[in-house]
């Protein structure tokens, strides 16, 4: 596997490769990193992963300089996973002093994380539009775990035209539910515990749904019940269409039910959709 440290490596890597299907993380890799790059080998020549712990999505009092860093660990797990090529910059590489551009999505990205991070959603389409064009992939793998920056990414990469085809993957998660994350290293043992409840709220709601219930209010309550019980209190717990993220009240048809919680020091996020599937998305637009 290459290990590229600057755009010319990178640009030098991507002119020999073929079709390329692109995975962006921030590292820490876990089995659901690694569920996207399986996926991308399946449907590209080669699939290059990034690393790179973008500051710009991250606001000042967040856990920038805290978030896990291991690279040596996630190279290896790259390059078992089959791999071409990790783009691994440095801050320095990423933005350069006088680099000050910015990515600014639309109405997508006011509600839910948007509107809970101010910024982060810049910072995220900023980072995602310099990869592309240094790496110029055919496809590139975003989860299902960050619905709203999935559809943030697909709505920029239309508007602004940028002929990548985004492939959303769904969520992988622990047999008891859990979301992997790489977030989930700041859970203690008994926090661990407590955080499925966030899952389990999830889910409750999708078999309401599947049994017929329609009323928001009636799916946000079967959400919120275990959350109650783990004596957790979401950042928010909504309702949201999933095409624009805007928030549902009344019935509902077709929808990504989220929530966003602090459970000990980690903030944690987690979505289920209701009344449609992931692979749906790409053909609504
Ligand atoms: P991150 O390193 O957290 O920025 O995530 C990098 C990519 O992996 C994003 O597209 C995430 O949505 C995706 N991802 C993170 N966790 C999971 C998971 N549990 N299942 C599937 N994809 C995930």
């Known amino acids: 596997m290459d290990v590229l440290r600057t755009v010319a490596e990178a640009r030098a890597?991507?002119?020999?490769?073929?079709?390329?299907?692109?995975?962006?993380?921030m590292g820490a890799l876990h089995t659901g990193?690694?569920?996207?790059v399986k996926r991308a080998l399946?449907?590209?020549e080669a699939v290059a992963a990034s690393i790179f712990v973008n500051p710009l999505q991250f606001a000042p009092r967040e856990d920038f300089a805290r978030y896990p860093r291991r690279e040596a660990d996630d190279?290896?797990?790259?390059?078992?996973?089959g791999a071409a090529a990790a783009f691994v910059p440095s801050v320095e590489e990423m933005y350069p002093a006088g680099e000050d551009t910015r990515v600014t999505p639309g109405a997508i990205a006011g509600p839910l994380e948007g509107k809970a991070r101010p910024g982060h959603f810049t910072g995220v389409a900023?980072?995602?539009?310099?990869l592309f064009a240094i790496i110029r992939p055919d496809r590139a793998y975003f989860g299902q775990k960050d619905f709203q920056q999935l559809r943030v990414i697909q709505r920029i990469v239309r508007d602004l035209r940028l002929g990548v085809r985004v492939v959303p993957c769904e969520t992988v998660r622990t047999r008891d539910g859990l979301a992997l994350s790489s977030r989930n290293d700041y859970l203690s043992a008994a926090d661990r515990t407590r955080a499925t409840a966030l899952s389990?709220?999830?889910f409750a709601a999708r078999l309401r749904f599947s049994a017929g219930e329609r009323h928001a209010d009636a799916l946000l309550s079967a959400a919120r019940a275990p959350l109650e019980r783990a004596?957790?209190?979401p950042e928010y717990l909504a309702l949201s269409d999933p095409l624009t993220l805007a928030e549902l009240e009344g019935e509902v048809t077709r929808a990504v039910i989220s929530v966003a919680a602090r459970v000990g020091t980690a903030r944690l996020i987690d979505n289920v959709l209701l009344g449609m599937k992931l692979g749906e998305l790409e053909e609504l637009g």
């Open 13 to 25: 890597w991507r002119a020999k490769a073929g079709t390329v299907g692109l995975v962006p993380t």
């Open 33 to 36: 990193h690694l569920s996207l």
């Open 42 to 44: 399946r449907e590209n």
């Open 75 to 81: 190279l290896a797990a790259l390059q078992g996973a």
């Open 126 to 130: 900023t980072v995602v539009a310099k």
């Open 200 to 202: 389990a709220g999830l």
């Open 231 to 233: 004596g957790i209190v």
